[in-house]
């Protein structure tokens, strides 16, 4: 699976911005497609993540309710709608799929096989 992630920027605090994931593969079949995000001198962190079979869906307890992600199947792209964004929110952020993953292992970014470049969101407050 190779994943491009893009829609990055700096806005401001209370603004909205949407990522997307662009996922080239052969099949999607039993892939589970997330979001994590790292900012500078931190660990990498858990955002969201769906499976591409079904749609189930998780978030971090830091974004539920801002952050929506999505798919759209004909086009095998995975999105991260951002709203009300904060100071806290910045940091690259990178999609991640893995196969067969299992609901509790979503927020685990070594559970996941395939990483995109990434791309950097700034907040300001």
């Known amino acids: 699976v190779q994943l491009q992630a893009s829609g990055g920027g700096v806005v401001q605090a209370g603004d909205s911005l949407r990522l997307s994931c662009a996922a080239r593969?052969?099949?999607?079949?039993?892939?589970?497609v997330g979001w994590f995000r790292q900012a500078p001198g931190k660990e990498r962190e858990f955002v969201a993540t769906?499976?591409?079979?079904?749609?189930?869906?998780r978030y971090s307890d830091s974004v539920k309710g801002r952050f929506t992600i999505s798919k759209e199947s004909a086009k095998n792209m995975v999105y991260l709608q951002m709203n009300g964004l904060r100071p806290e929110d910045t940091g690259i952020y990178y999609c991640?799929?893995?196969?067969?993953?299992?609901?509790?292992?979503?927020?685990?970014?070594?559970?996941?096989?395939?990483w995109g470049q990434g791309t950097q969101v700034t907040v300001s407050s």
């Open positions: 991640a799929a893995g196969r067969g993953l299992i609901f509790s292992s979503y927020p685990d970014p070594d559970k996941y096989n395939y």
């Open positions: 593969a052969s099949t999607l079949n039993s892939v589970a």
């Open positions: 769906i499976r591409w079979n079904g749609g189930g869906t």
